[in-house]
């Protein structure tokens, strides 16, 4: 009866904990949510008004930024192809990169070399993005003048620093998803035959593809989205689309918002607000296009 009476004490002690920590982890998930509700609504309710008063049309479809000019002119076109610009560079440079070491790290690293590439990938993730910043003006923006032309401050800076930026998303979840492939497609690519470097790109990497497409669009999410590494090597020149190359200065949509914020007000303010909207839109199209690939990889 006394040990009954115990157990029972015991088990509602430990129903009580239970749903503490359950407590505790909705909570936690809780504040999550309400922090994407809250940004989405400030965002929306600060920057639709500015699309609705400057108009649609003229404010995506319009390459004139001049909101300090008689009447002002709020077109974000031009900063809209400056970010698919340096994102895409950032792509062309960091992605194949990325997906090659991480093809290292999986199958080829000797233990030895792995102990010094594998810290040094988690290093390069922890930098803070000033000093990217300070890296590209002392090092790529001169490298950038002296051997291809122009001024340094340019489209190919801004996309040789973002690449590098994301290769440690890249190379580590391209890493994890290969290493991941069940060790029987390897045994039977070897029975069959092939030699390790067509089990590697013939087998295991088509077999991870889910996975190393994940990393490089958290990949993208990372370039499209970054701001001060930018605004320190892109030159922040609003161009004419006719007058875009890939060694003059440019203008992304996070650095228009970084630059002008501080002296702006009024609708020029609101301006900038949905100018984050639109990055916003392209943040949803992302995480979008993540979750298909999920989807379709579980299917």
């Known amino acids: 009866m006394v040990r009954s009476k115990i157990e029972m004490q015991n088990y509602s002690k430990s129903n009580v904990k239970e749903i503490l920590m359950q407590t505790v982890f909705f909570g936690s998930a809780l504040v999550s949510v309400i922090a994407v509700i809250a940004i989405c609504l400030f965002l929306l309710m600060r920057g639709i008004p500015a699309i609705a008063e400057i108009g649609f049309i003229d404010f995506i479809f319009n390459e004139s930024w001049k909101p300090t000019n008689n009447p002002p ?46 810290p040094a990938v988690n290093l390069l993730s922890g930098i803070p993005s000033i000093i990217f910043g300070f890296f590209g003006m002392e090092i790529v923006v001169p490298f950038v003048r002296e051997t291809i032309g122009g001024n340094g401050y340019s489209i190919i800076s801004a996309s040789i620093i973002l690449g590098i930026m994301i290769l440690p998303t890249v190379i580590s979840l391209s890493e994890s998803s290969i290493k991941a492939v069940p060790s029987s497609y390897k045994e039977g690519s070897y029975g069959l035959g092939a030699t390790k470097e067509e089990t590697v790109f013939k087998i295991l990497v ?7 497409f994940t990393s490089i669009i958290l990949g993208i999410g990372r370039a499209i989205g970054e701001t001060m590494a930018v605004v320190m090597v892109a030159g922040n020149a609003v161009m004419p689309i006719d007058k875009i190359k890939l060694l003059k200065p440019i203008r992304t949509l996070t650095t228009n918002i970084v630059t002008e914020m501080s002296y702006a007000s009024g609708l020029h303010e609101e301006s900038l607000i949905a100018t984050g909207v639109v990055l916003f839109v392209f943040i949803i199209i992302l995480n979008t296009a993540l979750s298909l690939i999920k989807v379709k990889s579980n299917s």
Request: one cysteine or more.
């Open 73 to 118: 002119s709020y077109g974000i076109l031009s900063m809209i192809v400056g970010s698919i610009y340096v994102t895409a560079g950032a792509i062309v440079i960091g992605v194949p990169i990325g997906i090659m070491c991480a093809v290292f790290l999986a199958e080829f690293c000797p233990d030895n070399l792995y102990k010094i590439i594998k």
């Open 206 to 212: 088509p077999a991870a593809k889910s996975g190393i």
